[in-house]
């Protein structure tokens, strides 16, 4: 019982804030005609939009987008040993920007509501393609080597979106600025619908290496010792973090900081074991991520704070109490 | 089950010496059997090796008679488990989920733990009187505490075959006695193959039933610790001056002597 309680903890506060997040918003509507949209029924047809087609996919992708991120950082940090690991470190995010900031520079975004998700989500799978194939050195996988070469192709990423950008006409810059700071208010219901799709069974599929995550954390030679296929092992927990990675980039953009600080705020509550830590990693981040969100559409009235500076704010402090707490003898 | 090697010669990538060579022995079976031998002979390749994380460039590797080149690591894991002295902890586990790692080869990978195995989990705790540090983070321990938590996974693995690589280094005397203690009574409770890769010559001759010697990865001799531990011998292999005395009780005692002295 005392083992179940952090899930039903988390759950229960995941459905709280999602009622929080689908009953707030700047167009006013009232607690009863919120739920009344909720539940299907007649009422006003204006609030009935709204909340399902506006609201509601918002807050469920929110919280897979959060979800996502934050089990997508524990593969990370389990696979380089190395708790600075974040989903972006590796050059996902920087390709992924390069397919956006590309496509809305070029207008090819404008084409049609799948065109900007799909350009970041090719940019994101090329860093993933070549940064794999660099690190893998005749069939093995060198983590070191890896992250090298994921700050190299990141950095060259990097370049090309501030050449871009500086190439860029006037009234394209700022959407597409605006883009590479993360934003949740243009998902929409097949978004959420292919986010959860793909997510979820790749969140699934870590949990299953979680057993496997714990024995890398001894080192490869003890994980091998103990029975596990070092290199299948790794290079799955890459593939499957890099695609996470991808896909919340691609509907949501850059939001950083849940990928890095939820799972080790999970570790510090929770402990490090990853049959245990993934599944409480992804409901934390999915409930962090839809308070922040909340919070960044609602403080400053119609005018909506970029959601990676609400994570900052909100979650370092959050953060560094809890590491206080924790270190004290 | 033992391993047999037939002319064993492996070196690491990019390295022109190889670190074995054409090493040819039988582990004798339910026995313990230290390795000794200088620093760079070989001694840990050769756990390396039988563990199958090193391939051999010639010759064979045979587990009760198969070549081990084509066993998969789970079943190699479920057969023989290893005790190094220096893993490093990437996220402190706790001490009974290191333990339960153990398990790895035993479950599906997707899979938890069933009741037999967390009983196994809890004997091997028990068996290395864990019980009372189960719950504490790894990262907590003694180097002694650490040492006790990386044979109980070994436990846990239910092999026959228990490799330690140098499973006393960084311990103090009290320490470094207690788990050679531990590691002999296991043998003999649970009828364990061990091998033992050690530096320490005096409790080697004491706790084990044969040594193999190796310099410069040649196997250079075999036999029980008082045919193997013979002062001419440890003086032409270590480069180092020893008094060699024979206590009955306590075995062979090597004594190093200064390099000038003799």
């Known amino acids: 019982m005392r083992r179940g309680l952090p899930y039903a903890l988390l759950a229960a506060l995941l459905v709280l804030t999602g009622l929080l997040g689908v009953l707030t918003g700047p167009a006013g509507i009232g607690l009863g005609a919120s739920l009344e949209a909720l539940g299907g029924a007649g009422g006003d047809p204006v609030a009935r939009a709204i909340v399902l087609e506006l609201r509601l ?17 524990a593969v990370f940090q389990a696979l380089l040993r190395n708790p600075l690991a974040e989903p972006y470190l590796l050059g996902v995010s920087a390709g992924a920007a390069l397919g956006a900031v590309g496509a809305i520079v070029s207008g090819v975004a404008a084409l049609g509501a799948p065109a900007l998700p799909l350009a970041a989500l090719a940019g994101g799978l090329l860093a993933i393609g070549v940064v794999f194939s660099v690190a893998r050195v005749a069939g093995r996988f060198d983590t070191r080597v890896l992250i090298l070469a994921g700050v190299v192709v990141s950095a060259f990423f990097g370049a090309c979106i501030t050449l871009v950008l500086t190439l860029a006409p006037a009234e394209r810059l700022r959407s597409a600025f605006f883009w ?23 969140c699934l599929a870590a949990w299953a290496l979680g057993r496997n995550l714990d024995a890398l954390a ?4 003890a994980a091998a010792a103990v029975g596990t296929d070092v290199e299948r092992v790794k290079r799955s927990a890459y593939l499957l973090a890099s695609l996470l990675a991808a896909a919340t980039v691609s509907v949501a953009g850059v939001i950083g900081f849940v990928g890095l600080v939820v799972p080790h705020a999970v570790r510090l509550l929770a402990g490090s074991g990853h049959r245990r830590l993934l599944p409480l990693a992804f ?10 969100d909340t919070a960044a559409r609602s403080v400053a009235g119609p005018v909506e704070i970029p959601v990676g500076v609400v994570t900052a704010f909100l979650g370092v402090p959050f953060f560094l109490v809890l590491l206080r707490r924790r270190s004290a003898p | 089950m033992s391993f047999v090697l037939e002319a064993v010669t492996a070196r690491y990538p990019g390295a022109s010496e190889p670190a074995l060579r054409e090493v040819s022995l039988r582990v004798p079976e339910g026995r313990h059997t230290a390795v000794l031998g200088p620093n760079g002979a070989g001694k840990s390749t050769l756990l390396r090796v039988l563990l199958g994380l090193v391939r051999p460039e010639s010759g064979r590797v045979l587990l009760d008679g198969c070549p081990t080149g084509s066993m998969r690591r789970r079943e190699m894991a479920r057969r023989a488990a290893l005790v190094a002295a220096g893993e490093e902890f990437a996220f402190p586990l706790t001490v009974r989920e290191l333990v339960a790692l153990g398990r790895t080869p035993h479950v599906a990978a997707w899979a938890g733990l069933d009741g037999r195995d967390r009983a196994v989990v809890e004997a091997a705790l028990r068996d ?5 540090l189960a719950d504490r983070s790894v990262a907590r321990l003694s180097a002694g505490e650490m040492q006790r938590v990386r044979l109980a996974r070994a436990l846990a693995q239910e092999t026959s075959i228990l490799l330690l690589d140098e499973p006393t280094a960084h311990l103090d005397l009290a320490h470094e006695v207690e788990i050679f203690e531990r590691v002999s009574q296991l043998t003999k409770a649970q009828s364990l193959t061990v091998v033992n890769v050690t530096h320490n010559m005096n409790l080697a001759s004491r706790y084990a039933d044969r040594v193999l010697l190796l310099s410069a990865g040649r196997l250079t001799a075999e036999g029980t610790p008082s045919e193997v531990l013979d002062g001419a011998r440890i003086e032409r292999t270590f480069g180092c001056p020893v008094r060699v005395e024979r206590r009955g009780d306590l075995g062979v005692v090597v004594l190093p002597l200064s390099r000038g002295s003799e």
């Open chain 1, 218 to 221: 001894l080192g490869e030679e």
């Open chain 2, 128 to 132: 290395l009187d864990l019980e009372g």
């Open chain 1, 180 to 202: 590479t700071l993360g934003s949740l208010s243009g998902i929409s219901w097949p978004m959420v619908a292919v986010l959860a799709a793909y997510g979820l069974p790749a």
């Open chain 1, 57 to 73: 996919p918002r807050v469920i992708g929110a919280a897979l987008v959060g979800g996502c991120l934050a089990v997508s950082g």
């Open chain 1, 283 to 292: 409901l934390a981040g999915a409930v962090f991520l839809l308070v922040v």
